[in-house]
Nanobody, 123 residues
């Protein structure tokens, strides 16, 4: 499966952005999808993840209450709605997929990765 992330850009603190991750190549339905981010000099971290049905999600503590992950399997797309953005949210955001039933939080479990989209939040 090939993943294409988009929607990044420049936002002011307190603003919003919505990222999209579109899958192609095979059915997206049975994949767990995660959004990761990597800031300069820092390790890649899992921000949010969603199981195949959308019924189970995971959020990092740093984004709980501000970010929402969702998916539209008919469109082979997973979204990350980011509200109340903070300068510390600045990073390259990646989507990734894993053929798993339950949400996984281990970076190495994800087999397929998109190319990343830059999010920059100004103070």
């Amino acid at each position: 499966v090939q993943l294409q992330a988009s929607g990044g850009g420049l936002a002011q603190a307190g603003g919003s952005l919505r990222l999209s991750c579109v899958a192609s190549g095979r059915s997206f339905t049975r994949y767990v999808v995660g959004w990761f981010r990597q800031a300069p000099g820092k390790e890649r971290e899992l921000v949010a993840a969603i199981n195949w049905s959308g019924g189970s999600t995971y959020y990092a503590d740093s984004v709980k209450g501000r970010f929402t992950i969702s998916r539209d399997n008919a469109k082979n797309t997973v979204y990350l709605q980011m509200n109340t953005l903070k300068p510390e949210d600045t990073a390259v955001y990646y989507c990734a997929a894993d053929q798993a039933v339950k949400v996984v939080t281990t970076t190495s479990s994800y087999d397929y990765w998109g190319q990343g989209t830059q999010v920059t939040v100004s103070s």
